[in-house]
């Protein structure tokens, strides 16, 4: 099976400017989880969807949205890029949400740059 | 609050020798705990987890843990450690309920592993 994909790879954007970002989980998982990677917070949980429904949302503002569509895939989107926005976005997949036997699996990540 | 602590931001431990990469947390009902490694401009794999069970989980590339529920530790082990193990290491609790399934991570431990 394919694993856990995200585009594009890296990214760079001006301050104000918005960025879309993209993540196709493992085929035949339901659960798709985002975080954001900085070298001065660590990994911080952003949103969690499962079948199209953001089910949780992390203590991040509203610029940070996202959704899932219908055969699974989602997207985040930030509007208003700041630069303190410069990250790795990492997706996750899980077959089943809120099942521990089924272990989350992460995608290479997307490197966002704010300039 | 659940959360989790990684005491040391760097292990240094020689090629062959067993290594240790300590893990403690805090959580509220049962600890779902997991292990992943990152290679640099990598994102997460997925290394082991404990659910419930024996204490000694064994994982992938010869890693295993010891869940030890009076210490609320869950330390990362290898009796022999290879060059090619150096990589940072989070150790996570996976916090469930009827609406959210997220990974609370520590903050990292940087193993290096001299040859």
């Known amino acids: 099976k394919a694993g856990v994909t995200q585009t594009p790879r890296y990214l760079i954007k001006t301050r104000g400017q918005q960025v879309t970002l993209s993540c196709s989980p493992i085929?035949?998982?339901?659960?798709v989880s985002w975080y954001q990677q900085t070298p001065g917070q660590g990994l911080q949980f952003l949103f969690e969807?499962?079948?199209?429904?953001?089910?949780n949302k992390g203590n991040f503002p509203g610029r940070f949205s996202g959704r899932q569509f219908s055969n699974s895939r989602s997207e985040m989107n930030v509007s208003t890029l700041e630069l303190g926005d410069s990250a790795l976005y990492l997706c996750a997949s899980s077959l089943l949400a809120g099942e521990p036997v089924y272990e989350q699996y992460f995608g290479p990540g997307t490197r966002l740059t704010v300039t | 609050a659940q959360s989790v602590a990684q005491p040391e931001d760097q292990v240094n431990v020689a090629e062959g020798n067993p290594l240790t990469v300590k893990c403690t947390y805090s959580?509220?009902?049962?600890?779902?705990l997991f292990w992943y490694v990152q290679y640099p401009n990598r994102g997460l794999q997925f290394l082991l987890k404990?659910?419930?069970?024996?204490?000694l989980v064994k994982g992938s590339y010869g890693f295993e843990a010891e869940f030890n529920k009076s210490q609320t530790s869950f330390h990362l082990k290898k009796p022999s450690a290879l060059v090619s193990d150096s990589a940072l290491y989070f150790c996570a609790v996976r916090v469930l309920s009827y609406n959210t399934d997220k990974l609370i991570f520590g903050t990292g431990t940087r193993l290096q592993v001299f040859p």
């Open positions: 959580v509220s009902g049962n600890p779902y």
């Open positions: 085929s035949g998982h339901r659960s």
């Open positions: 969807y499962f079948s199209e429904t953001q089910r």
């Open positions: 404990y659910i419930t069970g024996d204490n």
